[in-house]
């Protein structure tokens, strides 16, 4: 089963826009997101990441938001530009049990210029 | 640092064959990884080690086989290929899974 989901699959956003990719989970016992961006041909790399003592975690033009409550957390893309068009993954793990890294569907984000 | 690598960056096989991809990692990380990446699918986990000698079976764990017997490496043998199989697979390592994950280039494997 899918334990993070993600969306949306793909996002088109015109440069100077705010990019918002969006998911939830399941396991109440995750307490890491981390967000990875996937340039094409290349691995995965970590852009930011929460642990669910904060509500809101911001990096330049890159923030997550999170909702404990809801079991949701967001990426938002401030100001975006064409250099951030990429693939982004979201993903969860906890420190209790299987030690596990989980990612979402991921979604591919397009800047138009 | 070369940081994590892998081997071969491209792999064609025929359905039956067997083979190992290559994973080592020099930054002395106690976790490793093994993932596969799939259109719409996102990078599904196949099997993780917290350690030497220690391994355990992540989402789609069937038809693969990870040993770990040294810190370093951590290769991923497939059994008897299937199209199934077809895919591009990342490793990645890190001190535990609650940290950054550094990911290696990436195997494109074809299964025919």
């Known amino acids: 089963q899918q334990q993070v989901k993600q969306s949306p699959q793909s996002l088109i956003v015109q440069k100077g826009g705010i990019s918002i990719i969006n998911c939830a989970y399941e396991?109440?016992?995750?307490?890491?997101f981390p967000w990875y961006q996937q340039f094409p041909g290349k691995g995965p790399a970590l852009l930011i990441a929460?642990?669910?003592?904060?509500s809101e975690k911001k990096e330049g033009r890159f923030t997550i938001s999170f909702n404990k409550s809801a079991k949701q957390f967001s990426l938002h893309i401030m100001d975006s530009q064409p250099g951030d068009s990429a693939t982004y993954f979201c993903a969860a793990s906890s420190g209790q049990g299987a030690q596990k890294l989980v990612f979402g569907q991921g979604t591919r984000l397009t800047i138009n210029p | 640092n070369a940081g994590v690598t892998q081997t071969p960056k491209f792999q064609v096989l025929k359905t039956g064959q067997s083979m190992t991809l290559q994973c080592a990692q020099d930054m002395n990380h106690e976790y490793m990884s093994w993932y596969r990446q799939d259109p719409g699918m996102g990078l599904r986990l196949i099997h993780y080690?917290?350690?030497?000698?220690?391994?355990d079976q992540g989402e789609v764990p069937n038809g693969y086989n990870v040993s770990r017997s040294t810190t370093e490496d951590f290769p991923l043998r497939l059994l008897s290929a299937a199209p199934s199989q077809t895919s591009v697979y990342f490793c990645a390592s890190s001190y535990s899974s609650r940290h950054e994950q550094y990911f290696g280039p990436g195997t494109r494997l074809t299964v025919t």
């Open positions: 080690s917290v350690g030497a000698g220690i391994t």
């Open positions: 396991n109440t016992a995750f307490d890491y």
């Open positions: 929460i642990r669910p003592d904060v």
